[in-house]
């Protein structure tokens, strides 16, 4: 049979939530955006803590054992997600929807409790 119509399954999570109290990803980790960037493995994945979403960035030498790093930041404290990256002269260009708690309840003729926009970050 064809290898690459039946993939192997390797039996085992390559990347699972940390479980850590207090962790973005604590409780789960989704939507797995994986790609290659300067000779190395690069992932970007949803973790979700509970309450919010926030977008992680692991790496591999190998595509089966992950590191993920990230933190959350102050314009998305509520929530980072839905991640698109990019690779141009060099560097990676992250982007993502940003979601902080609203500072004025109605910014507009809507009332909301959030601000929601789109976030960018460069790294090597």
């Known amino acids: 049979?064809?290898?690459?119509?039946?993939?192997?399954?390797?039996?085992?999570?390559?990347?699972?939530?940390s479980y850590r109290?207090?962790?973005?990803?604590?409780?789960?980790?989704?939507c797995?955006?994986?790609?290659?960037?300067?000779?190395?493995?690069?992932?970007?994945?949803?973790?979700?803590?509970?309450?919010?979403y926030q977008t992680g960035l692991a790496s591999s030498d190998d595509l089966l054992t992950w590191t993920g790093v990230g933190s959350p930041g102050s314009i998305d404290?509520?929530?980072?997600?839905?991640?698109?990256?990019?690779?141009?002269?060099?560097?990676?260009h992250h982007f993502h929807c940003a979601v902080a708690p609203a500072t004025v309840p109605h910014p507009g003729e809507i009332e909301h409790n959030e601000v929601r926009g789109i976030a960018s970050a460069t790294g090597r």
Request: hydrophobic content about 35%; aromatic content about 10%; charged content about 20%.
């Open 1 to 17: 049979m064809d290898r690459l119509r039946t993939p192997k399954k390797h039996g085992r999570l390559v990347l699972a939530p």
């Open 21 to 30: 109290q207090g962790a973005f990803d604590s409780h789960a980790v989704d």
């Open 32 to 52: 797995p955006l994986p790609f290659r960037h300067a000779g190395h493995f690069r992932m970007t994945y949803i973790g979700w803590d509970g309450t919010g």
């Open 77 to 92: 404290s509520r929530y980072a997600h839905i991640p698109g990256i990019t690779g141009w002269e060099g560097k990676l």
